[in-house]
């Protein structure tokens, strides 16, 4: 057995163009990492590379032995294939999860991934350490995105919760919502959700985050219109400050738990 003492796990993260938001959340992510001791390598690539630029990136982090962890920053610009590039990452250093074994292994009863996505773990892992029980509970997502909707209504359904998806399709999404115990939320669409969609008492996880500016100035609003939100629901995550940086930790607890693996 090999042993991680004096090795810091690394993390190598693939930022394609010039996207405000794509930069900052990486800065984040990278600030965190230094913050516990991860080493973070970023490759920056220009928006008119190509998709063999970018795979080959990949390929050097996959062969690189002190890069334990990898994160492709999404979305990438349309001329390139989020599935080529996501399929190419080892599905071993897969930190954000998105690799297809992994989700199906997510999708599947009784198998287990390697790794769950950030944002879902995060929503998961804010709701037991509220003593929330999932188990049986109604859930509602709202969204069917592959970094979030998704893979966080398949997690729930993990965890034994009833769960109903609703997206830009759905006729009528309030007479749905209103039926949740759990209520979770991830459109980007700032105060979609309204009070009048909520049942009382319930638990609200709001994964949006748009940049928005008003009179106010610019700032970080949420898909659920919390003023309205709070006189209905008995638990709500802020935006900024709920969902968010939990995410990022998960994200350095994947890095670590594929660091280990490694040296098993
Ligand atoms: N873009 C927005 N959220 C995420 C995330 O969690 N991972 C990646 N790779 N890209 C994102």
Redo the contacts with the bound molecule.
């Keep these: 057995m090999k042993s991680l003492i004096g090795k810091a796990p690394g993390l190598g993260v693939v930022l394609v163009g010039e996207r405000k938001d794509s930069r900052s959340?990486v800065r984040v992510k990278k600030q965190a990492c230094e913050e516990v001791g991860i080493t973070s390598v970023v490759v920056e690539l220009p928006e008119d590379c190509t998709e063999g630029e970018v795979l080959e990136v990949v390929s050097a982090l996959n062969h690189k032995e002190s890069i334990h962890g990898i994160?492709?920053?999404?979305p990438l610009p349309c001329h390139l294939s989020e599935q080529k590039i996501l399929n190419a990452v080892n599905v071993e250093k897969d930190v954000?999860g998105f690799h297809p074994v992994n989700i199906g292994n997510l999708a599947m009863t009784g198998r287990e991934p390697l790794f769950i996505p950030?944002?879902s773990r995060g929503c998961i892992e804010v709701l037991h350490r509220y003593g929330v029980e999932i188990t049986g509970k109604k859930v509602v997502v709202i969204g069917r995105s592959n970094?979030t909707g998704l893979p966080t209504s398949l997690l729930l359904q993990k965890h034994h919760a009833t769960v109903s998806v609703v997206h830009a399709f759905t006729k009528n999404p309030e007479e749905i919502t209103r039926e949740a115990d759990i209520l979770v939320s991830d459109v980007g669409v700032p105060n979609m959700v309204r009070g009048h969609w909520l049942k009382p008492g319930v638990v609200v996880i709001d994964m949006g985050s748009t940049l928005v500016t008003d009179s106010k100035g610019s700032h970080v609003t949420g898909d659920v219109c919390y003023e309205e939100a709070i006189l209905k629901a008995s638990l709500i995550t802020p935006v900024p400050g709920g969902v968010g940086p939990v995410?990022i930790s998960m994200l350095l607890y994947n890095t670590v738990e594929a660091a280990k693996r490694a040296y098993q």
Excluded at 71 to 74: A, G, K, N, P, T
């Design positions: 959340f994160l492709v920053q999404l954000d950030c944002a970094i995410t």
